[in-house]
Structures are given as structure tokens and as C-alpha cells.
């Protein structure tokens, strides 16, 4: 069993929609989580980061975390074609080394 | 700030040829780190430098060998090129920046063993 689990997808959603985007994982001694955006042919950069359980917002983003349940979330509300990428979810014990979800890839349809 | 650059971004090898990835970052990061990216794969890491002069095994280290030149850049080399070796690596840098401390990444090198 991998330490961190992502559903592939792909995921296609219309313009304005708010997407879901979910991992979970294993090792209860992960805290530190981070969403990365990566778009076709470039390198991950990072979207949101967040260490603990709860809610964090950034604008259109949220990242969700429920340690108990080892799940967590990313939500785009109002989502845009502009938004068309892979995203990776992304967490660690300590902050040295990351342990990486396979990646999710989403299309918005205009 | 030009951030983590890779060079090559793109590159061709036979089997069994050689070749060295360049990366450098101008974030005056301690840690830096070689993954690769494969399809249903995710990042892989490879290799990883906490600070100048000290490298360790990541996760799938087979058929490489790196370098911590100095603080700004660390190389990944391949002594003899395998097909299994194809994919897109790239290298990331943690520090701080912009007040988050986590691992900011470069463009990528894709690689293509024939």
C-alpha cells in the first residue's frame, strides 16, 4: 500500500464549478500538507500549505485536513480554464523529505 | 530571482552513453533535492543534500550518482544510461521563501534513453 493515495482521475468539470480533490494517507506522523499545481511541462509549484487539521483559504483555494480520518482536500470554487492542470498533494513528518500523491489531472471546459 | 534552474531542458542518450543535469537555485536554500517524474508514478525522489557536502539516497537512487558542487547547486549524473531511465527529473530547493518553508521546484530536464 502506498503512504499516500490520489485518485488519477481525469477530472473534467465545467467553468464555474467547484472541484474536489482528495488524498489520503497511511502514516500518522505525517503533519505538514501542501497542495502543488503543476501545469503541462512545468515544474510543481506550490499552491497551498498547511499544518494542521482544518480549514485554510486563499482566495478561490481551500485546503482541507482531517488528521483523524488522514484525509485531505483540495476545493476551487468558481473554478477557471486558467485552473487546467495536475495537482499534486504532497506531505511530510518533518519538513525535509516529501512524500507525493501519484497527482490528479483537471480540465475546465469553458 | 531566477529561483531553481535546470539545464538541459531537453536531451536524447543512447544506452550506455553518460551525462551530467545541471541545477542551480539563488534562494540561498540549505536542502536540495533530484526527483523523477513518471506517468501513475508521481514524484520519485531520488537523491537529496541537506546542506553543502553531505548527499543521501532517496527513494529510487539505482544508476545515479550526485553532486553538492556548493551551497547554490548540486548535479545529478548518469554513468551509463538505461531505457528505464527515461522520464522527466527535476530538482527542487527548501527553504524559505515567502514565508512558507517547503520545496520549490526548477523547470525539469526531459530525458529520452533510446
Known amino acids: 500500500q502506498k503512504e499516500v493515495e490520489q485518485d488519477p482521475g481525469p477530472l473534467s468539470v465545467p467553468e464555474g464549478a467547484i472541484v474536489s480533490l482528495n488524498c489520503t494517507y497511511s502514516?500518522?506522523?505525517?503533519?505538514?500538507f501542501m497542495w502543488y499545481r503543476q501545469y503541462s511541462r512545468k515544474g510543481p509549484e506550490l499552491l497551498m500549505y498547511t499544518y494542521s487539521s482544518g480549514n485554510k483559504e486563499d482566495g478561490r483555494f481551500t485546503a482541507q485536513v482531517d488528521k483523524s480520518s488522514k484525509y485531505i482536500s483540495l476545493f476551487i470554487r468558481d473554478s477557471q480554464p486558467s485552473d487546467s492542470a495536475t495537482y499534486l498533494c504532497?506531505?511530510?513528518?518533518?519538513?525535509?523529505?516529501?512524500?507525493f500523491g501519484t497527482g490528479t489531472r483537471l480540465t475546465i471546459i469553458p | 530571482n531566477a529561483g531553481v534552474t535546470q539545464t538541459p531542458k531537453f536531451q536524447v542518450l543512447k544506452t550506455g552513453q553518460s551525462m551530467t543535469l545541471q541545477c542551480a537555485q539563488d534562494?540561498?536554500?540549505?536542502?536540495m533535492y533530484w526527483y523523477r517524474q513518471d506517468p501513475g508514478m508521481g514524484l520519485r525522489l531520488i537523491y537529496y543534500?541537506?546542506?553543502?557536502?553531505?548527499?543521501d539516497k532517496g527513494e529510487v537512487p539505482n544508476g545515479y550518482n550526485v553532486s553538492r558542487l556548493n551551497k547554490r547547486e548540486f548535479s545529478l549524473r548518469l554513468e551509463s544510461a538505461a531505457p528505464s531511465q527515461t522520464s522527466v527529473y527535476f530538482c527542487a530547493s527548501r527553504g524559505l521563501y515567502g514565508g512558507t518553508d517547503t520545496q520549490y521546484f526548477g523547470p525539469g530536464t526531459r530525458l529520452t534513453v533510446l
Open positions: 504532497a506531505m511530510s513528518v518533518g519538513n525535509e523529505k516529501l512524500t
Open positions: 534562494m540561498n536554500h540549505n536542502s
Open positions: 502514516n500518522s506522523a505525517f503533519q505538514y
Open positions: 543534500s541537506a546542506s553543502e557536502g553531505t548527499t
